[in-house]
């Protein structure tokens, strides 16, 4: 099948893996396997999840200053857009950053899809909101992420799962992608070969 559309996760799979949750868990007053700090924060009460808000608008904010793309991420972006194929970041972030971290380093994506659009990633919304706006089908469209959230969230929406093996836990959430890549750049081979 044709592929129509590209939806990228930003932190980790544009930008080189920054966060580090544990930290900032710990720093919320979380247990380190308390799980995911957007879920985490959803169960607190109003006071905790203003202070534990600050915590992460804090850390979400070095991390676009501190940002530094993933080799050759630029180029693929180019070489997509060249190909007429659509481009969308689907975030657990927010818009503002994923806006800041384009300007910074001249990317331009055509839709962004953040946590305050919707259900959050492993959800399907995300992907499905992406591809309607796009006009494309899931099965049209890759998604390309570093973290098994984003391989639930590909086949819960039907899309093609692309896992960005540079995390250490990468072997883990492999069995869950329908392609490993190590570079970002090998997507565009991915895209070739379906055309056939």
């Known amino acids: 099948m044709l592929i129509k559309a590209v939806i990228f996760d930003l932190d980790g799979t544009i930008t080189q893996p920054y966060f580090d ?9 979380l247990e380190k396997d308390s799980g995911p700090v957007l879920e985490s924060m959803e169960k607190m009460t109003p006071q905790q999840r203003q202070s534990a808000e600050e915590i992460l608008h804090f850390h979400e904010r070095r991390a676009v200053t501190q940002s530094r793309l993933n080799a050759g991420a630029k180029q693929t972006l180019s070489a997509l857009r060249k190909a007429g194929i659509h481009i969308g970041i689907l975030t657990r972030n927010k818009r503002n950053n994923a806006l800041a971290i384009a300007k910074k380093h001249g990317l331009k994506f055509e839709i962004i899809v953040d946590r305050e659009d919707g259900p959050v990633k492993p959800d399907a919304f995300g992907v499905l909101r992406i591809c309607e706006q796009f006009a494309v089908m899931p099965e049209e469209t890759l998604l390309v992420g570093d973290y098994l959230f984003d391989l639930l969230c590909a086949k819960a929406a039907g899309a093609v799962a692309v896992l960005l093996a540079n995390n250490s836990r990468a072997a883990e ?24």
């Open 21 to 29: 949750f544990d930290a900032i868990r710990e720093e919320m007053g």
């Open 173 to 196: 959430f492999a069995g869950y992608a329908d392609f490993t890549v190590e570079k970002i750049g090998q997507i565009l081979q991915i895209v070739e070969d379906k055309k056939s």
